[in-house]
């Protein structure tokens, strides 16, 4: 398997912008779970999917903030409208409920707003 | 809801010394209990676990001890190399929601 595949690595959009993220999670995994990270704030959850359902999103900071996972291949983290300070690099991981195992997470895409 | 901690943030040390990061935890259902290393522009990845049936667990150079008493445990390296510099994250987890708090992260720095 070739892990967790986030995509665009590296997104550079203007202030009042939307932006998707895109997360494509380990075939067999059922969790997923999007992480904002800043050098102020650590690793954040923002929300946690199992079996597509979206189980905790009280991480998500507000409305201008949505994520879906339509199938269990794949996710998306939506900003609209996009602020500066949502500049950030975020994160997707996917784990297998049963047994704890670990989560494995995605290369991340670097998100700036100007 | 779980609340980790970890300490300290930033750890300069000697290459061949030992480097020990420790992290607390408060919701006594969590049960496992793993260690994320992250690389410059990397996702972390995990490179020990423990559940907590066990009180010790060693892979190398690499050791983790779990106190449930106290709800405290620690990543320890020995014998440290100039590839061990990275930032480090403890986590913790329920059996049942399997979602990960993570602590804030520890930077490591191995002086050659």
């Known amino acids: 398997d070739a892990g967790v595949i986030q995509s665009p690595r590296h997104e550079v959009t203007e202030m009042g912008q939307e932006v998707t993220l895109r997360c494509k999670p380990i075939s067999g995994h059922n969790s997923l779970f999007w992480y904002r990270q800043t050098m102020m704030r650590g690793l954040e959850l923002l929300i946690y999917?199992?079996?597509?359902?979206?189980?905790?999103d009280s991480g998500m900071p507000e409305d201008r903030f949505s994520a879906k996972m339509p199938n269990a291949s794949f996710s998306t983290l939506k900003i609209q409208p996009s602020e500066p300070r949502d500049s950030a690099v975020y994160f997707c991981?996917?784990?297998?409920?049963?047994?704890?195992?670990?989560?494995?997470f995605g290369q991340g895409t670097r998100l700036t707003v100007v | 809801g779980e609340n980790v901690e970890q300490h300290p943030s930033t750890l300069s040390v000697q290459e061949g010394d030992s480097a020990v990061i420790k992290c607390t935890y408060s919701d006594s259902a969590s049960n496992y209990f793993p260690w994320y290393k992250q690389e410059l522009g990397k996702g972390p990845q995990l490179i020990i676990d423990?559940?907590?049936?066990?009180g010790e667990k060693k892979d190398q150079r690499i050791a983790v001890t779990l106190n449930k008493t106290a709800k405290h445990f620690s990543l320890h390296i020995t014998e440290t190399q100039p590839e061990d510099s990275a930032v480090y994250f403890c986590a913790a987890s329920r059996q049942a929601g399997n979602q990960f708090y993570f602590g804030t992260g520890t930077s490591l720095t191995v002086i050659p």
């Open positions: 423990i559940r907590s049936n066990v």
């Open positions: 991981a996917s784990s297998f409920t049963r047994g704890n195992t670990e989560a494995f």
């Open positions: 999917f199992n079996n597509n359902v979206p189980i905790d």
